[in-house]
């Protein structure tokens, strides 16, 4: 396959995918999802190939998390400044207490799956002054799951529906914000049980 055959996707798709799966890690709302569950109607229909499209997703991917962390990182003292920096300063506290709860290669690599996890995460690295050994390998197994799980999404959905490839996976994309809210949902409910707990005093030891 000719990748900048303009009869193809190529000269314009695998670009515009790579940016926005960087800048997703900055700027979560982005809508990189939809390039990446694209991959497998687009590729069966010889309109790109599966393993660029995989590939450059993956190190989009891989570059836009270890960028954020750096960035973070180098700029803590000055991100407060800014309404963008408090903004990702604010979203550093899901990945803190996740970095605080579990491991930190299974928090970098897993919590992309859950909706803002992907920034949260690499916010929290970046604060914590993670290893970049450790940040690189998580983002690589992580990234990777990440890609091949909105593959398999997109795929299953475009199979379910019979849709075209955009319509499937914008549908897709649905599904998979939905998969990645329930995590999201049941976390905050828990917290928001324990401080209900800690705040009745009737659970208080001696009361009665």
């Known amino acids: 396959m000719n ?7 190529g000269w314009w798709y695998y670009p515009l995918s790579f940016v926005l799966n960087v800048l997703d890690s900055f700027v979560a709302p982005l809508p990189q999802e939809l390039f990446v569950l694209a991959i497998g ?21 891989v570059l836009g998390d270890v960028w954020l962390a750096w960035v973070v990182e180098r700029y803590r003292h000055v991100l407060d400044r800014w309404r963008f920096g ?10 803190e207490r996740a970095l605080g709860e579990r491991g930190t290669f299974a928090v ?17 690295a970046g604060l914590a ?9 998580a983002t690589a197994v992580g990234s990777l799951a990440w890609v ?3 593959v398999l999404i997109g795929q ?6 019979g849709l075209p490839a955009w319509a499937s996976a914008l549908v897709g994309m649905g599904v998979g914000t939905l998969i990645g ?15 209900g707990r800690r705040d009745d005093p009737t659970s208080s030891t001696g009361t009665g």
């Open 3 to 9: 990748l900048a055959d303009p009869s193809t996707l």
């Open 41 to 61: 109607p687009l590729s069966g229909r010889g309109l790109v190939s599966f393993w660029a499209a995989v590939a450059v997703a993956w190190i989009a991917n």
């Open 86 to 95: 408090r903004w990702l300063l604010a979203k550093a506290e899901a990945g």
């Open 108 to 124: 970098l690599a897993g919590l992309r799956f859950i909706s803002g996890g992907r920034t949260a995460s690499y916010v929290a």
């Open 129 to 137: 002054a993670v290893p970049r050994r450790t940040q690189w390998a």
């Open 148 to 150: 091949f799980f909105m």
């Open 156 to 161: 299953l959905t475009q199979s379910a529906t």
């Open 181 to 195: 809210a329930i995590p999201a949902l049941i976390g905050w409910a828990r917290r928001r049980s324990q401080r």
